[in-house]
């Protein structure tokens, strides 16, 4: 049977797997962004707090995806709560730093400006210092989106949803019948949403990014 027989044959099931892979992968990245960036918002105007703040993110970083979830199956046993668990902790690292740096690269002189026609600290992060940030932020959120699929197909292990599934289960079978179709089918999966994933981020930062067009000279003699 080849690739594309494969796929027809399991169309419906493939297409639901993907679905259940977007769908985590979505609401894994939006939690890990709302964490994130009020991690980075309490933490980036004093260095201690930030720097512990992205190495504490950069230590569950560097443990390997399998040994996180192995770790988490006593607690939260197989299925989605491990497997959402470990995107989510994954996803922060990227996110949190990016926030920091962002919210830190802020001229000073805008914040001050800000302060000086009355805005208070809040209203100065809300209308000028997160503005300022977001594409910085932005690139931190899309950076972690393309871990967190990857990281979503490693999920198999522990039973998660989405198309790790196919890939495991080929691998599993590896020199049987359609094991290779199965784990080219999910590879191939990931990497489709991945990109489009990326292009819908590449999208919101247009749509969100004010451009910066160079002033034009007047007319020249």
């Known amino acids: ?16 797997e993907t679905l259940q892979h977007a769908s985590m992968v979505a609401q894994c990245v939006l939690v890990a962004a709302v964490l994130g960036v009020l991690i980075g918002v309490a933490t980036y105007r004093r260095a201690r707090p930030s720097a512990f703040a992205i190495a504490a993110a950069g230590v569950l970083f560097t443990v390997p995806s399998l040994a996180m979830l192995g770790l988490l199956i006593p607690p939260l ?22 926030t920091v740096v962002g919210l830190q690269g802020v001229d000073p002189l805008l914040v001050d400006a800000a302060r000086g026609i009355g805005m208070s600290r809040r209203r100065s992060l809300a209308r000028v210092e997160l503005p300022l940030a977001w594409p ?16 979503g197909a490693v999920a198999a292990f ?6 790790g599934e196919q890939i495991f289960s080929g691998l599993a079978r590896l020199g049987g019948a359609n094991a290779v179709n199965a784990t080219l089918t999910g590879t191939i999966g990931v990497a489709i949403l991945a990109l489009i994933f990326d292009g819908v981020f590449v999208l919101i930062g247009r749509l969100t990014t004010p451009s910066r067009r160079p002033a034009t000279g007047g007319a020249r003699g």
């Not at 046993?77 to 990016?98: D, E, K």
């Not at 522990?158 to 198309?163: D, E, H, T």
């Open 1 to 16: 049977m080849t690739l594309w027989e494969y796929v027809e044959d399991r169309w419906d099931l493939i297409v639901f």
């Open 77 to 98: 046993g197989l299925g989605v709560a491990p497997a959402v668990t470990a995107i989510v902790l994954y996803a922060l690292l990227p996110i949190v730093r990016n």
């Open 136 to 151: 910085v932020i932005l690139t931190g959120i899309r950076v972690a989106t393309q871990l967190a699929m990857g990281i």
């Open 158 to 163: 522990v039973s998660g949803p989405g198309l």
